[in-house]
């Protein structure tokens, strides 16, 4: 096993890799759920803006449709849940629908064991959060990692399905796996993530 990481290189780890991630999935979530709640009312998805604001030259990119911002933040953290899943010790057996421990590691992979703390099971990774969930959470996290499988890491003929619930779920779950087995177990303050409830209407 590689030597532990010394504190300053666990801060920048943090902060330049798992805090954008965990912002990330929390917009994903967010946006999931805005766009369940179009489709169970058969209204066509919202528009978008995006605004680019500072010091220098803002930026104005309008849109017709939501997609070419919803996209890639949802994507993006389908692949997140993919890393994040490995980095607990763990991966996706889709034959069996199995959440279950990695083979071993990669001589450049960066995991949990680094922090100094044990890889994750199962249980440990899906215990709390299962009981919050309408589905089975690991039911949810096979699909979404098959899902980033087939259609983001390669070019397949495969195409399989993926439902905006099972991305909001997983979503959620990355967030609590790393604030309970990553940041409490450290003894570390869990991060503000932003957007919070608090600023979603």
């Known amino acids: 096993m590689k030597r532990e990481l010394s504190d300053s290189e666990q801060d920048r780890v943090i902060v ?19 766009l369940i709640e179009y489709a169970c009312t ?18 104005e990119i ?25 980095f607990f010790g763990l991966t996706c057996e889709a ?32 215990g709390q959060s ?14 979404v990692y098959h899902w980033s499988n087939k259609q983001l890491a390669h070019f397949t003929l495969s195409e399989p399905e993926i439902k905006l619930d099972a991305i909001r779920d997983v979503c959620k779950a990355m967030i609590d796996a790393f604030q309970r087995l990553l940041f409490d177990a450290l003894r570390r303050p869990r991060p503000r993530i932003q957007p919070g409830n608090s600023q979603i209407p």
């Open 16 to 34: 330049n890799s798992i805090d954008l991630m965990l912002h990330n999935f929390s917009l994903a979530w967010h946006v999931s759920d805005l």
């Open 42 to 59: 058969a209204l066509p998805p919202p528009q978008a803006t995006v605004c680019l604001l500072g010091e220098g030259r803002s930026v």
């Open 62 to 86: 309008p849109g017709k449709n939501c997609g070419f911002v919803t996209t890639p933040v949802i994507q993006m953290a389908i692949l997140d849940c993919r890393k994040s899943l490995e």
């Open 95 to 126: 034959k069996t629908g199995s959440v279950i421990p990695i083979d071993k590691r990669r001589k450049d992979d960066l995991g949990i064991e680094h922090f100094g703390l044990p890889w994750a099971t199962k249980t440990q990774l899906i």
């Open 130 to 143: 299962s009981a919050m969930m309408p589905v089975p959470l690991e039911m949810q996290l096979v699909k």
